[in-house]
């Protein structure tokens, strides 16, 4: 009754009509209120390639004191979490998993990341497709699918860049932002 969870489907190259469509997980959050504001906070997380979906008990609570007047939206943004299965290097990590856990990497070596990009590009993925201005036009797709017209957004790190990308390049029904933990630049 209060937490709703689905996917909303976008077009994971925009200018290829009828092209493949990403699923992009989400839950709201509903509101508490019975009559709530019409904006939803919607919230993007860090990373890049963090998941939002899977800290979904945390965020509930960190968001708890403002579901009184809106819902919340979370989304795993395209190629990270649960929306994430277009672009994962099976054979790569299958090939280096001893090594990947005896080093406790989180960040993949330069030679994992070729053998991960080799088999990406090999099985056809537009890697270009997958960037930071891509996410950013997603996030007024998802909003208006869930039927939703002005929103409110919500940032931590990558997601504070994320935000600022938004702003550029889909401001439109942007009513606020508020960015947290600013992830530099580069």
Known sequence: VTILCGTVKVPEERNKVGGKQLPLSFAILRATSRYPEPDPVVYLEGG???????MLSLLDRLFKPWRDRRDILIYDQRSAGISGASVTCDQALSANIVDIIKAGQAIPSAERMKACIGELEKQGVPLAAYDTTQNALDLPLVTTALGYGAYNIYGISYGTKLALEVMRVAPQNV???IIDGVAPSW
């Open 48 to 54: 890049p390639g963090g998941s939002a979906m899977t």
């Open 175 to 177: 009513r606020s932002v």
